[in-house]
């Protein structure tokens, strides 16, 4: 294959058009090594030049790199001007718009741009500044009743990677048809070159975040504040924000993971900073080890998720994130007015035990898409009555009615006092676990992830288990649906078994999540050890037919 000239026009254009020297220089490079045939230099210049970021589960995501296709801060520019472009479209012109940032590489040049654009624009600028949790953000936006919010940031994605996360001005992130629009301003932005931005003086809004941990602290349910518990914010900004407002809520025995408690774009003790990864949570379990902790937590790098690892049978593991979202909404449940109409939600992609611990308190319980920007408005579309939402990667938002996202430092207070009220009692998280297996039938999860390097895979394959859908899974003669084309997912129900295979919205995934579900009318380990074999079955099963 060689150089269309159609593709070297257009990197011209955009190398003329940007606003950043270094980005310039960068693109030139790579755009001269595919003039002159060197190899897989053409394949890198048409992917960063193949198309612009679209908003995926959680915003725009991607590698911190130059084109069209990357977080750069020309994508930037012209993204704040297709969102100030919106929200003048919304009737917003002149409004207060938070802006936020995390601390990875670009945050801080990304951040004065927004802000820049939208002070341009004539809009009103709360800023945020110094690297912050993205759900002091979210929580700002409802605090001040501003028009937007926007937050720099890629979460949990690799140390490469960085983002852009908006909310609307009910706090919440934003869905269709409200991201085609802002897709389509940006498309028609001018160069980044030509979008006016103008230099606005930094300031500090100490108190928004005071007023954030003012309103964390009131979350405990129970007085018991004796607990010992070790944190780690995985190199990202959520220690010393995660340590203020657990000891404001009366947690004062918690020890930071010294290697990680300080922010570090590198991420050099984890490979990925994601808890979920295999061994990134291993610094923390050790730690937790050695201080003979009660409780481990870690947040991801910019805070709104949540893992919690517990010691078991004398060894430390990580919960899984529907092992959490059980346990926190049973205790929100069990402590909330049973007299007010109390909804539950998860994703589909979650655990059904929820559904059955709803029932069990009369609640009502919504399934969503995945995405916090759809379990937000559960229920009628508004999350009228949300108490509580969660979704199996780590996400739980404990506090609806103050910060619509999840949030991981609200739910590591939440936590922590669901851990102490129980070692009370003499009681731990693991007990718990044994009454609702007990209770509500073991529900077993996990998941099968093909990482692909040619996103057009993923299409190939979800094409095939359309074309040619297993019929029986672990020995269970299952049905498809599928949900396409509201959503692009696929999902298989049997007789206690279900599968729900769909592309990730943040990675170049292609995701399988597994349930099994062993009623335990014969006694417990019984039933976990059925649903153990089950659960290793189904996940050959999977692994084979996705190539995994």
């Not at 010691?311 to 007299?339: F, P, V």
Request: glycine residues 8%; hydrophobic residues 45%.
């Amino acid at each position: 294959m060689r150089l269309t000239p159609e593709l070297r026009d257009r990197t011209f254009r955009w190398i003329a058009d940007d606003v950043e020297p270094a980005a310039r220089v960068e693109l030139q490079q790579v755009l001269a090594q595919a003039m002159g045939g060197a190899p897989n230099a053409l394949a890198e210049l048409e992917d960063r030049m193949a198309g612009p970021l679209t908003f995926g589960t959680a915003g725009l995501r991607g590698p911190v790199r130059a084109g069209v296709n990357g977080i750069n801060r020309s994508v930037v520019v012209r993204t704040t001007y297709g969102v100030a472009t919106w929200l003048a479209h919304k009737g917003h012109s002149g409004g207060l718009v938070v802006v936020g940032r995390d601390a990875r590489n670009g945050s801080a040049e990304f951040f004065r741009d927004v802000v820049g654009v939208l002070a341009a624009a004539g809009f009103q600028v709360c800023q945020l500044d110094g690297p912050l949790p993205t759900p002091i953000t979210a929580f700002a936006v409802r605090h001040l009743g501003a028009v937007a919010g926007i937050q720099i940031t890629a979460s949990h994605n690799p140390p490469a990677d960085n983002g852009y996360k908006l909310y609307d001005a009910s706090g919440t992130q934003i869905v269709p048809p409200d991201d085609r629009l802002i897709e389509a301003a940006i498309r028609d932005a001018p160069p980044a070159v030509s979008v006016p931005r103008i230099e606005v003086m930094p300031t500090t809004r100490d108190d928004i975040v005071a007023a954030y941990f003012a309103r964390v602290a009131t979350l405990p349910r129970s007085a018991s504040r004796d607990l010992k518990v070790v944190l780690t914010p995985m190199h990202g900004v959520g220690g010393k924000p995660a340590l203020e407002a657990l000891q404001q809520a009366g947690f004062t025995d918690i020890h930071l993971v010294p290697e990680q408690a300080e922010p570090d774009p590198a991420f050099p003790t984890v490979s990925f900073p994601n808890p979920e990864e295999p061994g990134a949570a291993d610094l923390l379990l050790a730690t937790a080890a050695s201080h003979d902790a009660d409780l481990a937590i870690a947040l991801d790098p910019d805070a709104d998720r949540c893992a919690l690892g517990i010691k078991q049978d004398g060894h430390w593991r990580m919960l899984r994130g529907d092992e959490t979202g059980a346990l926190l909404g049973e205790y929100i449940l069990s402590t909330s007015d049973s007299q007010t109409d109390r909804l539950v939600a998860t994703t589909i992609v979650s655990s059904s035990l929820l559904s059955a611990i709803a029932a069990g308190y009369g609640a009502r319980y919504d399934e969503t898409l995945t995405g916090f920007k759809w379990l937000v408005r559960a229920g009628d579309g508004a999350g009228t009555g949300l108490v509580f939402a969660y979704e199996e990667a780590l996400g739980n938002c404990v506090d609806p009615n103050y910060v619509r996202d999840k949030d991981g430092i609200s739910a590591a207070i939440v936590a922590c006092d669901l851990a102490a009220s129980l070692k009370a009692s003499g009681r731990t998280l693991v007990d718990v676990l044994d009454d609702l297996a007990t209770k509500h039938g073991v529900h077993l999860t996990d998941q099968v992830s093909l990482r692909v390097t040619e996103l057009p895979l993923i299409g190939r394959l979800m094409s095939q288990l359309r074309s040619s859908p297993p019929t029986t899974l672990a020995g269970v003669a299952v049905a498809v649906e599928d949900l396409f084309p509201q959503a692009d997912v696929l999902r298989f129900t049997g007789s206690g078994v279900r599968v729900i295979i769909r592309p990730s919205g943040t990675e170049p995934k292609l995701k399988a999540y597994l349930e099994v579900v062993s009623p335990a009318a014969d006694g417990l380990p019984a039933a976990r050890t059925s649903a153990d074999k089950r659960l290793a079955t189904l996940r050959t099963e999977i692994s084979a037919l996705l190539g995994a």
